[in-house]
């Protein structure tokens, strides 16, 4: 069976730009794919729905006209394009949560490396590693189509999990310290 597809046509007013930057950012955070100028397709399913609802919300109240067009490609070969685009996007999703993953990791390990055991550097690390869980979450439930490159995210979000509770487990043992237990 072939996807069904949502396709947004948006004419949101020039200015204030402000209002496009919204609707442009809420698009980007649903996953949308951008077929050409103020054309967006999503499949059609309920994980995308508030997030279109939003988008068309945002484009009414900016004085912006919002239609919805359900699609399917007329072709296998037009479904698997459209399946292709989109699975392409959320690659690049987990590409960019890898690079951000591997930043995170490196913070650490510089952390451990000059020895900056203070809790105030923990709770950073660890709302630090929150965003990346949350954004985690938000890329497993917008990949629909199960990109290759998310097992190997799920896993680097695993490992600088495990690399985080090592540094906290080394904030907590320089706290308890006592003087005699030395460097």
């Known amino acids: 069976m072939s996807t069904r597809w949502l396709l947004l046509v948006l004419k949101v007013p020039a200015t204030p730009s402000r209002h496009r930057v919204a609707v442009w950012r809420e698009l980007r955070k649903l996953g949308a794919i951008t077929l050409g100028a103020g054309v967006w397709a999503v499949p059609d399913l309920p994980v995308f729905a508030d997030g279109v609802a939003r988008a068309i919300a945002l484009t009414e109240q900016a004085g912006g006209r919002a239609m919805t067009l359900d699609a399917t490609g007329r072709s296998p070969s037009d479904a698997a394009a459209f399946q292709a685009l989109f699975t392409a996007a959320r690659t690049a999703d987990w590409t960019e949560f890898r690079a951000d993953c591997e930043k995170y990791a490196q913070e650490l390990a510089k952390e451990i490396r000059i020895a ?22 938000d890329l497993t439930a917008r990949d629909v189509f199960g990109a290759p490159e998310a097992a190997a995210a799920t896993a680097r979000l695993k490992e600088v999990t495990a690399a985080c509770e090592d540094y906290a487990e080394r904030v907590f043992a320089a706290l308890h310290a006592t003087p005699e237990d030395g460097p």
């Open 116 to 137: 900056k055991f203070t809790l105030a550097e923990l709770e950073e690390e660890e709302q630090s590693l929150e965003r990346l869980r949350r954004w985690h979450r």
